[in-house]
């Protein structure tokens, strides 16, 4: 499956960013999809992840109740909303798929090539 992620930008604290990743080439609906991030000089991190069908979701700590990880398998689209933004939010994010399951946060297969957000302080 190929994925393209776009949505990212320059916003201030506490702003607002929705994150889009496009997936083409297989069935969407066959694969957990998941949000990582790397910021400058830091290895790259889970954000959050979600089932097959969208009923099931996962968030790193440091993101829950700022992020909403969504999926829409009609348009073969996954989003991350992302709101309160803080300048720790700053890094590239990736969207990602697997077959296995989206609790592990380990394991995927496929790789977007990531959309830079920008926070300033």
């Known amino acids: 499956v190929q994925l393209q992620a776009s949505g990212g930008g320059l916003v201030q604290t506490g702003g607002s960013l929705r994150l889009s990743c496009a997936a083409s080439?297989?069935?969407?609906?066959?694969?957990?999809m998941g949000w990582f991030r790397q910021a400058p000089g830091k290895e790259r991190e889970f954000v959050a992840a979600?089932?097959?069908?969208?009923?099931?979701?996962y968030y790193a700590d440091s993101v829950k109740g700022r992020f909403t990880i969504s999926r829409d398998n009609s348009r073969n689209t996954l989003y991350l909303q992302i709101n309160s933004l803080k300048p720790e939010d700053t890094a590239v994010y990736y969207c990602?798929?697997?077959?296995?399951?989206?609790?592990?946060?380990?394991?995927?297969?496929?790789w977007g090539q990531g959309t830079l957000v920008t926070v300033s302080s």
């Open positions: 990602a798929a697997k077959r296995g399951p989206p609790q592990q946060r380990t394991g995927y297969e496929y």
């Open positions: 979600i089932s097959w069908g969208g009923g099931s979701t």
């Open positions: 080439g297989r069935t969407f609906s066959n694969y957990a």
